[in-house]
């Protein structure tokens, strides 16, 4: 037995710092946002595709006549937060000969809290590169961002056509459109020569500022999408997000979800586990150690698939 867990929020300050230093590791929750809930399960209200799209005709009145009337249906969905964790102990002599190079309880919580974020971003990367969930909204392009002729910002710009009338053909306000990619893609796509004469001012050759490859919102910005995300992330040395695929998609992080349709979101019950990655410690006499615990409670669930579109036959 073991005394109870100690929330610890100087590692979490740590942990957070750690995070942001993995700029381009992860990208699961910026595709689909933190939703803060305060049951573990429950049911929530989102709208309908078809009232998104549905027109409503006929509104001429008369003096003295009635307006003409529409309603919206909401749909219903549910979520589910499951726990994940992982624990590392700090063995105390191991602490005392080695925290003369570095702190031993921090080392861990971040190690730890990269394992748990890997293992996030296996599963997003699972529900969103997948085929057969968005077998309606899947597309080869016509030649793979691999190849110097390919048309990344052609390829886009249909696309993005395509799921404005998936939706209705007007995107909400808060929502923006957004491009998922591996980082292998994205530096093929910065290395296309579409993309090098567009930022070249047309052929590549009226600039000679720009050796180096554009950052994520610059590529945004050239491929007219309100941001790019691309992750490294491996697990056993193979990329987490397979380099055949781009997600182009809406994105929201506001907190109603009836109103505006967006891919996905992950659910977290913040009554039990309120941040992504909550650090605990407690004590384990019978191995003279401090136990390093990182958690999180989360549901990663789509709620509109017609709000996705995967573009395939992206890498050769």
């Known amino acids: 037995m073991h005394s109870t867990a100690t929330i610890r929020g100087d590692l979490a300050d740590a942990v957070r710092e750690y995070s942001a230093s993995l700029n381009g ?27 998104a799209t549905k027109r409503v005709s006929g509104l001429k009145r008369a003096p003295t006549t009635a307006y003409k009337r529409t309603e919206h249906q909401v749909t219903t969905d549910t979520y589910t937060c499951e726990e ?3 624990e590392e102990p700090v063995d105390d002599s191991q602490a005392r000969d080695l925290d003369k190079y570095f702190d031993c309880e921090v080392e ?40 110097a002729a390919g048309t990344p910002y052609a390829d886009v710009q249909d696309t993005i056509l395509t799921l404005k009338q998936n939706l209705g053909g007007v995107i ?9 990619v591996s980082e292998k893609v994205y530096r093929n796509v910065v290395q296309t020569t579409e993309i090098k004469g567009m930022r070249g001012g047309g052929n590549g050759a009226k600039r000679t500022d720009f050796q180096r490859p554009p950052d994520a919102q610059e590529l945004a910005s050239i491929l007219g999408v309100s941001q790019v995300f691309y992750s490294s992330a491996q697990v056993d040395g193979a990329d987490i997000w397979d380099d055949e695929y781009a997600m182009l998609f809406l994105r929201y992080s ?15 019950w913040v009554d039990d586990c309120p941040e992504a990655a909550l650090v605990e410690t407690y004590r384990e006499e019978q191995t003279r150690s401090d136990i390093v615990r990182v958690r999180q409670h ?19």
């Open 298 to 316: 989360v549901d990663e669930k789509l709620l509109v698939t017609a709000a996705g579109y995967l573009l395939a036959n992206i890498t050769a």
């Open 25 to 51: 590791q992860f990208m699961g929750l910026d595709i689909l946002p933190l939703l803060d809930v305060t049951e573990k399960s429950g049911t929530f209200g989102k709208i309908a595709i078809s009232q």
């Open 172 to 180: 909400p306000a808060g929502a923006e459109i957004c491009l998922a």
């Open 108 to 147: 861990a919580a971040q190690l730890v809290e990269l394992n748990l974020r890997r293992e996030q971003e296996v599963r997003i990367a699972a529900a969103v590169f997948n085929a057969t969930t968005f077998t309606s909204y899947t597309g080869n392009v016509g030649t793979e961002w691999s190849a």
């Open 84 to 86: 994940y964790g992982l």
């Open 254 to 268: 506001g907190q109603s979800l009836k109103s505006v349709p967006h891919l996905g979101r992950t659910f977290m």
